[in-house]
C-alpha cells in the first residue's frame, strides 16, 4: 500500500478543532487505511508550531503518537536529503 505524506499542515489540522482542516484530518486519520510518511523537519517544525509554553503539552502527545504508532515512518533529516529537497 502506498503509504500518504503527512506534513506539518496535516499534524497541525489534526490537533486543532478551530483549523479549518480539522474535520477531514480527524476523518483521514479515523479511517487509518494507509500507512503514514513523515520527516524529521516535520517535526521540528511541530515543535516550532508548538513552542509556546500553554501548547507544549500537545507537542509531547503528538510525538508520542507518532513514535508509538508502527504505521507512521519518520525519515530522518540527513543533508543528502536536504540538498535534493533543495535542488
Known amino acids: 500500500m502506498t ?3 503527512a506534513d506539518s499542515y496535516y499534524w497541525f489540522a ?3 478543532p478551530r483549523d479549518a482542516g480539522h474535520a477531514k484530518a480527524r476523518a483521514f ?5 494507509v500507512p503514514l510518511v513523515t520527516t524529521a523537519w516535520i517535526v521540528t517544525e511541530l515543535g ?3 513552542c509556546r509554553g ?3 503539552p500537545v507537542f ?3 510525538l508520542a503518537a507518532i513514535r508509538a504508532d ?3 515512518t519518520v525519515v530522518p533529516a540527513t ?8 535542488e
Do not use: E, K, W, Y
Open 14 to 16: 489534526l490537533t486543532n
Open 29 to 33: 486519520s479515523a479511517a487509518g487505511a
Open 54 to 56: 500553554n501548547v507544549r
Open 3 to 5: 503509504p500518504a505524506f
Open 60 to 62: 509531547s502527545r503528538v
Open 70 to 72: 508502527a504505521h507512521i
Open 79 to 86: 543533508q543528502a536529503l536536504l540538498d535534493r529537497g533543495i
Open 48 to 50: 516550532d508550531g508548538f
